[in-house]
């Protein structure tokens, strides 16, 4: 009989059928020691069920609240942490078919940066559907008009553009200056390293 560690949680026989299939253990010892392995409940399940992935279940997701400050941070590097936020991937049971992802509240968008001439040169393009309504804005016209509308433009262009995506987008709240009205949802600041 193997005298099995108290940190696990698995059943007597499972155990004894892991220790033996990993050890090949043999002798007619009764104990069988090794170096103690620390492990949590999802890792505890994946030793019973070999060769299964573990994929979280819609019971199972949590969304925090993140508040990320965008002052003097660089607009498409923002937008890349910003939508790993979204997605979730951040968390170690992120599933790509799943919302994992945490509402992310950004302040201060009216400061975030672009390098070189792109605040002159970048332009933001629509049509109307009307013919010959093609519309364009330069990053700076678009910064004076709705400072929020630049940063959630890039974040939405590096979302999937499905439902997921769109369900995702909802979650990111955007606004110009210091002040958020989400303080209720106590949101935690995440240093972002643009």
């Not at 019973?48 to 573990?54: I, L, N, S």
């Not at 009307?130 to 709705?146: Q, S």
Request: glycine share 6%.
């Amino acid at each position: 009989m193997i005298v099995r560690p108290s940190l696990f949680n698995l059943s007597e026989a499972v155990y004894e059928a892991f220790a033996q299939s990993l050890f090949c253990t043999t002798s007619s010892s009764s104990y069988f020691t090794f170096p103690p392995i620390v492990i949590s409940g999802t890792q505890a399940m994946a030793l019973t069920d070999t060769g299964k992935t573990y994929t979280a279940t819609p019971d199972e997701l949590t969304h925090d609240w993140i508040l990320v400050d965008a002052e003097g941070k660089t607009l498409g590097r923002l937008a890349t942490e910003i939508a790993i936020y979204l997605r979730g991937k951040h968390k170690p049971v992120y599933s790509p078919h799943l919302d994992h992802g945490d509402f992310v509240v950004v302040i201060n968008a009216d400061k975030v940066k672009v390098s070189g001439n792109k605040a002159d040169q970048k332009e933001y393009i629509h049509h109307t559907g009307y013919l010959g309504h093609l519309k364009r804005i330069t990053f700076k016209d678009l910064m004076v008009k709705d400072p929020t509308q630049p940063l959630t433009h890039a974040v939405w262009g590096m979302l999937a553009h499905n439902r997921l995506g769109r369900q995702l987008i909802t979650r990111l709240k955007v606004y110009a200056g210091p002040e958020h009205p989400h303080a209720a949802q106590q949101p935690k600041l995440v240093a972002t390293a643009s």
